[in-house]
Structure formats: structure tokens, C-alpha cells
């Protein structure tokens, strides 16, 4: 019991201590406030002066942000003077002005000094039109909206990189697979006839070193590897794979059936020289210098013998070497080609799997292909105020002022209403917002309105629908009521079945409604992360 007393007896003691601070600071604390004019022109402006002299120890907060309304607040700029005796005088002024002609009413401002409320005097403004000297000025009539084209800079932008990646991966590929290549001296070589081949091979033994170093059977190898590879290609003998007995009958048989014009002597020399190869090659015989060149200077005799002995051939024969050197062209051309095809594939292929594996199917499948919902979300937003009372949003397009007819009977109560809603989208995404001003100050039915919204839904072909309600607030922390939920739709152009989210925003006080209405498929990531941009943006100004 005794501790409940003094529990009592503390919080009178803070209660009238409390009580008399609030006293003591109103008593002490004086708030002031005054326009510089009473009247302005169309976007004119008016200075507004709030002046505070209190203790210097008490905390002061002015009015911020658009408390002003109807009046649009420009700036607000802080001065203070410091006085004697621990007072200050601190003073806030205020740049306001007006875009619409008429009489408006400065509503009085609230100031707080330790938490304690003091209001200004409300301020009657007249607000005119700009003169205008119709004999020399002309008057026209408001041109109307015009639709503007949807700009294809980006898609020119992602096309010009494509193409100059495609025409990199092509230089590449020709540069190092279809372009013609210098020829090597090997292969510069190989392209020689077999008669001047060999010519040009057995020269270059004649400059080896084989002979210096006694590498016998290296020079005898090459050499009889020259003659044989000249035999089986120019003669058309199988020379490589014989022996030598079986090579020197081949060859007494072409030229006793008058294929081939070689002497006897001739082919004698040339079976000698083969017998010696032999004989350095697998007994490991070791001639002299002098023997091992004259055998290179037979062989070469017997080479241009053999060459000068064969017939010469047909045009039948010309034209069959020559359609085989195009082919064996256009085989290679053809092998070019299909080596640059496979690697451009691999490399696509390769770096479609990353992209996938990194980014996911379904992006890279946006990206690639296109998809409505990501190209509003990563095109250029627009940060933009609706309607009166102003509604602030920031949108991935500008919406556009619709020209709606009311009823005669909502022109009864209604003063004006401005709907803006976005422009045509490829997919099923949409953005409005409603502002409604009543001719009398009535507090809005914000149960009617969300019917009438699910009734144009029901109207679109919207069936099914699961509604739920909650409060929302806005960025600067008005709230208001948030209705939204799902339902199916079928295109009535494509007849294809959708589920869609939506929802409805409704904002208000006496005598005006806000609202803003977003609708989009089910599921669809983009158009999600878009709404919630939207309404990490929206703002309304609830003073009418």
C-alpha cells in the first residue's frame, strides 16, 4: 500500500511538474506570423514569415513539407537571432505560390515548443490571372494531347552491340580459318610437281652435312626415300612399299610394255644404287665420300631419265588432275568452314550455359528475347505529381490524362476529377490514378469506391476474385487503405487464360479522394519489383 501511495505520489508530482513546464513554456514562448502580400499573379510568390521567441533551451519545430496546400511550398529558408537574457528569436520563412487563379485560405500552421502545440493565424490569398492584351496578342485554342512513337534507342543500342560482336567473332574466324594463309616453305614445296620436287629435295641433300658427320645411312635412307616417293607419284608404281628386287621388276615391266622409255643401263644403275642403300642400311656398310655422291648424282640422272621417258599426257589426264587439285581445294575449304562453324557454336553454346547457369533461364530468355514487364522496369522512369489533390508518384512511363465522362448524376456532387494512366503495353501491366475534389466538404466512401474499382475488374472479364484489406502509408507518412488481391482473366482478343494481382489505394479527407489502381499478370517477377518502386514513391497531399 505504501509503495502504491508513492507510486501515486510520483506521477502527481510529474503530472503537475509536466503541467507546469507547458505553462511555464507558453507563458514565456510567443509565435508570430506574417505574408508579405495578400494577392499574387499566376506562379507569383509570397513570402511567409513564422517568428519564435522562446527560451533558448525549449525545442522548436516548424512546419515541413506541403502543409501549406492549397498553396505549393517552394522553399523554406531558417534565420535566427540570439537575444539577451536566454531568449532567441528564431524565424522560418516560407516561399509559396499558386498555378491556378481563385481565392484560396492559408491554413493555420502548427508549431511545437517542448512538444507543446501553438497555431498560427490562417491568411486569405487572391490569386489572378496574367492580363493578356488579346488586340496584339492572338489566342489559340489548347492543342490536344499528341501521341508520341515509343523510342527505339535502346533496342538500336543493344542491336549496334550484337552486330559488333558478331562482326569481331567474324574477322576472327576468317583470320585465323577461311583466309588464305602464306605458304610455308614446306608447303610451297609440297605443292610442286613430283619431277621438280624431287629436283629440289635431292639439292638440298647434296647441301646436308649427313656425309661430314658419317651419317651414311640417314643419306642413303633419304636419298632412296626421293627416288621412290618421285617413282610411285610421277610413274604410278608402288615404289615405297617394295623391295628393291620387286621395284626393279616393276619397272622392266613398264618398259617392256612400252609404258615407260628406259634403258636397260639405266635401270641396272639404278639397281646398284639400291643394292648399296641396303647394304648401308642393314649390314651397315660404309662407302666412301666419293661413291656416296656420284649415287646422289645418279639418282638424279635417273630421275630426269625416268621424267624424260614417260609419255605425255592426254588432255583426258589434265583434266583429271585438275578437277582433283579443285577438289582437294574445295575439301579443304569445306573442312575451313566447318571448324569456323564449330567453334562459333562452342563458343555460343559455352557462353549460354554460363549466362544460364549465372543469371537463370529465365533471364537470359528475357534478355535475349525481350519481355514487356522487364523493359518498363529498365527503361527510364518518370518521378511526376497527378491530378488535384496532387498525387506523387514515380512510374516506368508518363501517364497519360484520360478524358472521362461522369455520369449526371456524380456531376451533382463532384467538382472536378483528372484520371492519368499509363500508355499501351505489350503484356498485362497498368497504372492510374484518380483525384476527386466534391463541391461539399463529405468524408469519402472508401467502400464504395473499392466496389466500383472491382466492378470495372468484373467488367474486364476479371472473375474469381480473392480481396483483402489493409492500411498503407505513404513515404511521408500519410495513410490510407490498401485493397488488393487476385483473380483469373481471359484475353478477350487471344481468349488465353491469366491469373492477375491487383490494387487499390485509397487516400482522402473531406470534400477529395486519391487513388491509385495497379494491376498486372500473377507471378510476374519484373512487374512486381515495378510496383513496388511505385509505392516505395507515392506521396499525396491530403490538404484540399
Not at 112 to 128: G, H, K, L, M
Not at 197 to 220: C, G, P, Q, T, V
Not at 481 to 486: D, E
Request: contains cysteine; negative net charge; hydrophobic residues 40%.
Amino acid at each position: 500500500m505504501k509503495f502504491n501511495h508513492l507510486k501515486s505520489s510520483v506521477l502527481l508530482f510529474l503530472f503537475v511538474f509536466s503541467l507546469t513546464l507547458s505553462v511555464s513554456a507558453q507563458e514565456e514562448s510567443k509565435v508570430t506570423s506574417e505574408i508579405d502580400t495578400t494577392g499574387i499573379k499566376i506562379g507569383e510568390q509570397i513570402k511567409y514569415t513564422i517568428t519564435v521567441e522562446t527560451d533558448s533551451l525549449n525545442v522548436v519545430h516548424f512546419p515541413e513539407g506541403q502543409t501549406f496546400s492549397p498553396l505549393e511550398t517552394v522553399e523554406a529558408i531558417m534565420q535566427d537571432t540570439v537575444k539577451n537574457n536566454n531568449k532567441v528569436v528564431l524565424q522560418q520563412v516560407y516561399a509559396l505560390t499558386q498555378f491556378d487563379s481563385g481565392a484560396y485560405t492559408i491554413p493555420p500552421q502548427r508549431i511545437a515548443i517542448n512538444e507543446q502545440p501553438f497555431f498560427t493565424d490562417s491568411f486569405n490569398i487572391r490569386v489572378a490571372d496574367v492580363a493578356v492584351d488579346t488586340t496584339k496578342q492572338k489566342m489559340y485554342d489548347i492543342k490536344p494531347l499528341i501521341q508520341v512513337d515509343k523510342s527505339y534507342a535502346k533496342l538500336w543500342m543493344t542491336i549496334l552491340w550484337i552486330t559488333i560482336a558478331l562482326l569481331l567473332i567474324a574477322c576472327l574466324v576468317y583470320w585465323f580459318f577461311l583466309r588464305k594463309k602464306p605458304l610455308t616453305e614446306e608447303e610451297k614445296e609440297a605443292l610442286l610437281p613430283p619431277y621438280d620436287r624431287a629436283l629440289l629435295e635431292l639439292k638440298k641433300l647434296e647441301n646436308s652435312r649427313y656425309l661430314i658427320h658419317d651419317e651414311y645411312k640417314k643419306y642413303y635412307s633419304e636419298l632412296t626415300d626421293i627416288v621412290r616417293s618421285y617413282l610411285e607419284e610421277d610413274v604410278n608404281v608402288s615404289a615405297l612399299e617394295s623391295t628393291t628386287g620387286q621395284l626393279i621388276t616393276k619397272l622392266e615391266l613398264l618398259k617392256d610394255a612400252g609404258e615407260l622409255n628406259l634403258e636397260h643401263e639405266t635401270i641396272d644403275q639404278f639397281q646398284k644404287i639400291l643394292r648399296t642403300a641396303d647394304l648401308v642400311k642393314f649390314a651397315k656398310s660404309k662407302p666412301s665420300t666419293s661413291v656416296a655422291e656420284e649415287d646422289r648424282k645418279m639418282v638424279e640422272q635417273i630421275v630426269v631419265k625416268t621424267h624424260d621417258a614417260l609419255p605425255e599426257p592426254t588432255e583426258e589426264d589434265l583434266i583429271l588432275t585438275a578437277e582433283y587439285q579443285l577438289e582437294l581445294a574445295k575439301k579443304k575449304q569445306r573442312k575451313r568452314i566447318i571448324w569456323a562453324a564449330a567453334i562459333f557454336v562452342g563458343l555460343l553454346v559455352t557462353g549460354s550455359a554460363f549466362s544460364i547457369a549465372y543469371y537463370g533461364y529465365k533471364e537470359v530468355k528475357d534478355t535475349v528475347l525481350g519481355h514487356p514487364t522487364k523493359d518498363l522496369l529498365e527503361g527510364e522512369w518518370v518521378a511526376s505529381s497527378y491530378g488535384y489533390p496532387p498525387i506523387e508518384i514515380e512510374t516506368p512511363q508518363v501517364l497519360i490524362r484520360q478524358e472521362i465522362e461522369l455520369p449526371e448524376q456524380a456531376t451533382e456532387v463532384v467538382k472536378s476529377h483528372q484520371t492519368f494512366m499509363n500508355g499501351k503495353v505489350d503484356g498485362l501491366f497498368s497504372v492510374s490514378t484518380n483525384s476527386t475534389t466534391y463541391k461539399e466538404a463529405v468524408d469519402p466512401d472508401f467502400e464504395a469506391l473499392v466496389e466500383a474499382n472491382l466492378a470495372q475488374f468484373e467488367g474486364m472479364g476479371v472473375k474469381n476474385m480473392l480481396t483483402k484489406t489493409d492500411e498503407f502509408n505513404t513515404k511521408s507518412g500519410v495513410s490510407g487503405i490498401k485493397t488488393y488481391g487476385s483473380g483469373s482473366y481471359e484475353n478477350p482478343t487471344t481468349k488465353q487464360s491469366a491469373r492477375i494481382d491487383y490494387m487499390i489505394l485509397c487516400f482522402g479527407g473531406k470534400g477529395f479522394v486519391q487513388q491509385v489502381v495497379i494491376y498486372h499478370e500473377k507471378g510476374d517477377a519484373y512487374a512486381e519489383q515495378i510496383v513496388n518502386r511505385m509505392l516505395a514513391s507515392l506521396d499525396v497531399k491530403t490538404q484540399v
